[in-house]
C-alpha cells in the first residue's frame, strides 16, 4: 500500500476462504481513529473527510451514510479486529491509498471455427458442448476470483474468436502481467478419468 509515496507492507491472514487484514496495522500509519461499541457490535473509521460504519454481525459497510454489501468484511478473532481485503481495496482510494496490485493474465484456450478452433468436443443432454465455450466460461469465473483476492485480471479473449499463440503472450507481456494462465479442456475415450493437469513453466 502506499499513501503520500510512502510504501506500507499489510499482511494478510486467511479465514474461511477469505484474505483480511489485521485493522490496526491499516489503520496506524493513517492516523484513523477506531471506535468499536461492543454492545452495538458496530465499528467506526473516522479519517478527516470520510466516516465508515462496518460489524462483524452484518455484511453492510457504510461510507458517509452509503451502504454497500460485502461478504463477511469485518472479523474479530480472539479479540484481534480484522479487515477484508475486499473492503480494504475499496475504501483506500478514499484515504488517499493505493495498492501495488498484481496483473493475471487468463488466456481461454482454443476460440473460433475449425477443429483448432472449437477444441475437443462432448456431448451433454443431446447438445454439443466445445472447449472454446467451456475455456471462457471458467476464466470468466476465475477472473472474478482473482479480483476478489485483490487481483488486477486482463483476458487474451473475452468473445469467441481465433487467436494465433503469438498473440496470447504477447497481449500478456504488453499488460506487464506477472502469471499467465491458459485454460483448458482435456478429453478423454475413458468416462472414469477425471481431475486436472497443471502444467508450468519454471525460471530453472
Avoid at 33 to 59: A, D, G, Q, W
Avoid at 113 to 133: H, N, R, S, T
Amino acid at each position: 500500500m502506499d499513501r503520500n509515496g510512502s510504501a506500507l507492507k499489510l499482511r494478510t491472514i486467511e479465514f474461511n476462504g477469505l484474505e483480511y487484514v489485521r485493522l490496526s496495522s491499516f489503520l496506524g500509519p493513517l492516523n484513523i481513529k477506531l471506535i468499536y461499541n461492543r454492545s452495538l457490535h458496530k465499528i467506526n473509521l473516522n479519517s478527516e473527510k470520510h466516516v465508515f460504519t462496518m460489524s462483524p454481525v452484518s455484511e453492510a459497510v457504510s461510507v458517509d451514510g452509503k451502504v454497500e454489501l460485502f461478504e463477511r468484511p469485518v472479523l474479530i478473532d480472539k479479540g484481534t479486529i480484522y479487515i477484508s481485503k475486499e473492503v480494504l481495496f475499496s475504501i483506500a482510494p478514499l484515504l488517499s491509498c493505493s495498492f501495488v496490485r498484481k496483473l493475471v493474465a487468463i488466456d481461454p484456450g482454443h476460440g473460433g471455427d475449425g477443429d483448432d478452433g472449437l477444441g475437443a468436443k462432448a456431448e451433454l443432454d443431446g447438445k454439443k458442448i466445445y472447449e472454446k465455450e467451456i475455456t471462457l466460461t471458467f476464466s470468466r469465473a476465475l477472473g472474478k476470483a482473482l479480483e476478489k483476492m485483490g487481483y488486477d485480471v486482463s483476458y487474451t479473449r473475452l468473445d469467441d474468436r481465433k487467436l494465433p499463440l503469438a498473440e496470447r503472450t504477447l497481449t500478456a507481456n504488453r499488460d506487464n502481467a506477472k502469471v499467465f494462465i491458459s485454460l483448458h479442456a482435456n478429453s478423454s475415450t475413458d468416462s472414469n478419468i477425471n481431475g486436472a493437469d497443471v502444467f508450468y513453466m519454471s525460471e530453472d
